[in-house]
């Protein structure tokens, strides 16, 4: 069974809402019927929340939508309109007033109540409200009826509408179904190249229906803002000042006579600060108020690794003329700034040695700091499966994967308030976008203003929460969709350009400003940030997009390129002030495919998992796009062809399995190179100070940019970005062009440390050379900085030595202390750099030993260097390792431990534990 309702018990809890003498009805209490116009001999049990396709599921009627090549088999649920029909509900007929309340509608309805028609929607992301006190007078049986229509056959219906905007070919990325960006709905239901296109439908937040006696009002969402005296989206706060915490609450019936609004602040120890909000306004569903919480009064809240994550609770009472509370609110709130700085480099800066241009970076509570980590996709196509258990589980995995910032991709859905509480409560901080991507989109009035309510309702709902660091417009706009324009239809592009500007500046700008002064917006998510802005102005940024000067740095930066032979050649990637995607596909594990895939389809080129890798896009609905997904293929294949010992295993599962991981090596390896060149970037003129792979997560087993696959395991990336995303590293950056090496060591840490490091030359067997290196052992490292250790040539130092048959091990300790700690740890970072490929490398069988004890397992090399050494455990369970991926020295022995995050084994994937390392490429026979 499906927990019935999580979303909604969760949803209640964030966000209370009490009054006396209201009715609220909760719809997932209630019984529904799912039944189709299309389709008469359906009919079966439905949920609030939930979408077709998952009621569907439960009542047998379809197979796993996730299996196989369902999602091809699947499409007629999207070509058809499906209707939810409750059960009569019980409702009062004395109440002054009854409204339906619709916190998500997924996405094209027509509803009906008491069987007369109530509205039609349009809009996933909308909250909607209805009042239907009327109707309910003069009903018997109060039965909601809420009809979807077909969102494809909209989507083609609504492009087809005579005088709609069209873009130049190319412009708009197709991956499965035409014309998402007709419609406000999240834009990979119509597929993606991570993703099947299920297209569902169905109530897919918690609705209600809400009875109000007189003078009574329900709040429907409530903003928050809490910021520095004087601040500005785009200017850093002065962390001197008091706090403004404004509160505003929406809210549907009638306010009492002279409604004021009373506050409390709670802590750990009880309250802290109470009284009346000052400056009361109301105005059209809205009271509004604001108070100053002095500087110092409060704890300030930091993302994880940075300092503590302080919460408070604020609740608000709204009152009536005698001081009588009709309805009170508490929200979880946290004292923090977060900006995103596009400042112009200031002398100062120059003077330090960062180059000219404008500042990318973001800072807490006043401080720079590396953001370090990846992009979050849906986590699964059905966002009523999303549980917070499984938000919670991943999230670990984000925080012991040494993260602290994820970017929430636009073109999936606003998360769900339980994700931005995890958030807080763990310090991640949740880059938030609004839902356009890699296409541009219509701007007639009626689709502008459908956009501005749910922008003013989105940024609303979630302004409280500490972990909210940022909003940007949509993906790729800026990098990829307007420089495609301007190659395929330079004549127009003024026209589209300005089309661009007045959705996502001249409708967005306006609604993000008026709502909230704590967080800083971005029209894209790569962007070469803004030029100028002039507050006189309604609409006041304008943008850099090319107006570059030679020698200046601007923006983020966005890198991909499917040239295997280019691993590790870092003069292909990009110099910016931060890196927001980057990345290489891979194949999932064995473990992950069998659950999805049958045992005859289970090798690398079958048609099953062929039609699954939907990169590059497939292009169009049907089976036939072998030709996209031979390309993907490919790319992985070649990949490992030409950079590792070419597994070649007798048995055909195990010769599957191995080449998946090897897929994974690859993309692992790919990752850590570019990690590496931007985290030293923190030292050069660039001051690069965030790197965000694609993609952090699956939502389903295929082959992706995923380094965290669909159950939870974790790919050979996510332990290599672990690795490479600690405090201090040391890394080894090659120039493939004439073999020049530097070798860097690099910390995060807002202090200088000071460090020992020791370089030494090894044969795979584990011999010791005898190559002296002019490197420093002791240096100090700046405050989120790095320090050149060794400036060399590779030739130069192997004197003529095989490069095949040497490895340089590089290890670094350092003394400091974390963030607002006055703790001081060290900080250790062992890496290994390889002058030849691994695939023609001397490689020599380092006979790993594997011995477990009851928390740990423990590795030992006995004969020779191991490469990429992988613990690997069975499906049924789904754990992390503390280290995987690693390398050992001859002789060198490791213990790991690991965190189980779930097991139907019961405890029997320990024995079925196996070690391996790139010497088992070599082996015809094991995995
Ligand atoms: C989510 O729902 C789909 C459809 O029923 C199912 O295939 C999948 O296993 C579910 N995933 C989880 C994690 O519950
Ligand atoms: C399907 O839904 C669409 C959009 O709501 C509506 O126009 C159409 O009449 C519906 N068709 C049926 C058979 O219910
Ligand atoms: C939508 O339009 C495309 C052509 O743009 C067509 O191939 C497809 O069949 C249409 N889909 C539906 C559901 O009508
Ligand atoms: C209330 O409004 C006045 C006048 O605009 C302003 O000076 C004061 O700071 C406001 N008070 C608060 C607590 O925001
Ligand atoms: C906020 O209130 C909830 C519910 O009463 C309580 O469990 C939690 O500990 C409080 N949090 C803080 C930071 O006071
Ligand atoms: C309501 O409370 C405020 C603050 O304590 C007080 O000033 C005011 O007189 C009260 N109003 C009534 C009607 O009691």
Known sequence: MRPRSTQAVLAAASMVSVAVGQQVLNLSTIDWTLTSPNFSYISVPGMVPSQVHLDLREAQVIGDPLYALNEFNLRWIAYSNWTYTSAPLDLHKNASSTWLVFNGLDTFTSIDFCGEHVAATNNQFRQYYFDVSALLQSCDSPILSINFGSAPIIANATRAIPGQLAWPFGVQQLYEFPNREYIRKEQSDFGWDWGPAFAPAGIWLPAYVVQLPQQNVYVRNTLVDIYREGQHNFYAPDQTKDWVLNASVDYLGSLPYRANIQYTISGPSGDLLNGFLSNVTSEAGRLTGSTSVPDGAVELWWPVGMGQQQLYNLTLNVVDSSNTTVVTVTKRIGFRTIFNNQTPISQEQMDLGVAPGGNWHFEINGNEFYAKGSNFIPPDVFWPNVTEPRLRQLFDSVIDGNQNMLRVWSSGAYSPDFMYDLADEMGILLWSEFEFGCALYPVNEEFLENVAHEVEYQVRRVNHHPSLAYWAGGNELENLELPTVNTTAPDEYPRYLAEYETLFLDTIVPIVLGNTKSISYSPSSTTNGWQSLDFSKSQPIAQRYGNLTEGSIYGDTDFYNYNFTQLGNFSRYPVGRFANEFGYHSMPSLQSWQQAVAPEDLS?????????????????????????????????????????????????????????????????????FQIEFYRRGSALPERQLGSLYWQLEDQWQAPTWAGIEYDGRWKVLHYVAKDIYRPVIISAHRNVTNNDLEIWAISDLWSSVSASVNLAWYDWSGNKLNISMDAATNVSIGAINGTKILSSNVDTMLQGRNAADAILRMDVSAQGSLPNSNTTQTFTHTNWFHPAPLSSSNLTDPKLELSKNNDTFTVKAKSGVAAFVWLDYPGGAVLNFEDNGFWLAKGEEKGVGYKVKSDTTGGKWKDAVTVRSLWNNTLSEGY
């Open 604 to 672: 690398f080129n079958s048609s099953v998992v062929m039609l699954r890798d939907h990169h590059p896009p497939a292009g169009g609905v049907n089976t036939s796009n072998f030709y996209n997904a031979s390309f993907g293929q490919g790319q992985m294949t070649m990949a490992v062809e030409e950079w590792y010992p070419i597994p070649n295993k007798t048995d055909s599962l195990a010769n599957f399995s191995a080449w998946c991981h090897s897929t994974q090596l690859f993309q692992a390896e790919f990752y850590k």
